[in-house]
Nanobody, 122 residues
Framework: QVHLVESGGGLVQAGGSLRLSCGAS????????MAWFRQAPGKEREFVAG????????YYADSVKGRFTISRDNAKNTVYLQLNSVKPEDTAVYYC???????????????WGQGTQVTVSA
C-alpha cells in the first residue's frame, strides 16, 4: 500500500511557473514508476507525465512536452512536476499515481493521490 499526498497547487498567471510535489508513504517508493495526471472540469482524467523507478526514463503528453518536467527524489519519497510557461488550458486538478507503464499513454497505475488544484489565469 502506498499513500500519496500532492501539494504545491495554486493560482498562477499564464506564462508563469509552478512546482507540484507528491510525497509517498512507505519504504518501497523506489520500486514504483510514478506519473502525473490531470482532470479539467467536464473532461476525463488525462495522462501528463510519467517516470521510471530510477528516474532515468521520462514520458510526456504532447500537450505538455517542452513545458513540464517530471522528476523524483527516491531518498525523499517524492515525485515532482515542474510546470513552466503555463497556459489557461493547463487549469485542472493534478493527481499523482504510483505504478503503471507507458505505452502510447500511461496504464496500470495502482494508487492515486487526492489531487491538487492548479488554476491558470489569462
Amino acid at each position: 500500500q502506498v499513500h500519496l499526498v500532492e501539494s504545491g497547487g495554486g493560482l498562477v498567471q499564464a506564462g508563469g511557473s509552478l512546482r507540484l510535489s507528491c510525497g509517498a508513504s512507505g519504504r518501497t517508493f523506489s520500486r514504483y514508476t510514478m506519473a502525473w495526471f490531470r482532470q479539467a472540469p467536464g473532461k476525463e482524467r488525462e495522462f501528463v507525465a510519467g517516470i521510471t523507478e530510477s528516474g532515468v526514463g521520462t514520458y510526456y503528453a504532447d500537450s505538455v512536452k517542452g513545458r513540464f518536467t517530471i522528476s523524483r527524489d527516491n531518498a525523499k519519497n517524492t515525485v515532482y512536476l515542474q510546470l513552466n510557461s503555463v497556459k489557461p488550458e493547463d487549469t485542472a486538478v493534478y493527481y499523482c499515481a504510483a505504478g503503471g507503464f507507458y505505452s502510447s499513454g500511461w496504464s496500470g497505475q495502482l494508487y492515486w493521490g487526492q489531487g491538487t488544484q492548479v488554476t491558470v489565469s489569462a
